[in-house]
T-cell receptor, first 113, second 113 residues
């Protein structure tokens, strides 16, 4: 079945360092890959997304890269700040065209001041 | 601004009780989803609906049912709650089948004793 694997499960960095979270997906027909951020006690919110016709997308300090051949995509956060501390989820859109997303297991990012 | 609300933030029920979790969205979205969130397992899809009175099973539908009588409201029903259904339940909605961004509700923390 469709599956998304996310690593690492936890990540601790010093403020100002970079953080990278990686995901692999199983369905080669997936064409949309969003990233959600969930702060403690709050709802997940979309922070960035990428479609399969693009290899990289940036929005200020965050960027996402996609390697369709390897079925692999990554979230990069530069110059991390304490407010970046949260759980991050990657997802891949199912090829079944129902709007269904398959989520990864989540990464807890801690940014130490 | 999209608003997705859930009927309760916290709920405590006893084993065997019938439980109703309600979700309402105010943006005329066609798609609605129910997930459960457990540590280390990410967001797992229980059921989804892309139209009134339509429903489709997600990845973990066992022990759950859903109801969508009106476009803005999607209910998750636990016919006979069990302790292994203790979890955080998140509702989400998206505009169309073909659009991708899902907007989440605040979640319901359900404890089954």
């Amino acid at each position: 079945g469709e599956n998304v694997e996310q690593h690492p499960s936890t990540l601790s960095v010093q403020e100002g360092d970079s953080a990278v979270i990686k995901c692999t997906y199983s369905d080669s027909a997936s064409n949309y890959f969003p990233w959600y951020k969930q702060e403690l006690g709050k709802r997940p919110q979309l922070i960035i997304d990428i479609r399969s016709n693009v290899g990289e997308k940036k929005d200020q300090r965050i960027a996402v890269t996609l390697n369709k051949t390897a079925k692999h995509f990554s979230l990069h956060i530069t110059e991390t700040q304490p407010e970046d501390s949260a759980v991050y989820f990657c997802a891949a859109r199912s090829s079944s065209n129902t709007g269904k997303l398959i989520f990864g297991q989540g990464t807890t990012l801690q940014v130490k001041p | 601004d999209v608003k997705v609300t859930q009927s309760s933030r916290y709920l405590v029920k006893r084993t065997g009780e019938k439980v109703f979790l309600e979700c309402v969205q105010d943006m005329d979205h066609e798609n609605m989803f129910w997930y459960r969130q457990d540590p280390g397992l990410g967001l797992r899809l229980i059921y989804f609906s892309y139209d009134v009175k339509m429903k489709e099973k997600g990845d973990i539908p066992e022990g759950y049912s859903v109801s969508r009588e009106k476009k803005e409201r999607f209910s998750l029903i636990l016919e006979s709650a069990s302790t292994n259904q203790t979890s955080m339940y998140l509702c989400a909605s998206s505009l169309y089948k073909s659009t991708d961004t899902q907007y989440f509700g605040p979640g319901t923390r359900l404890t089954v004793l």
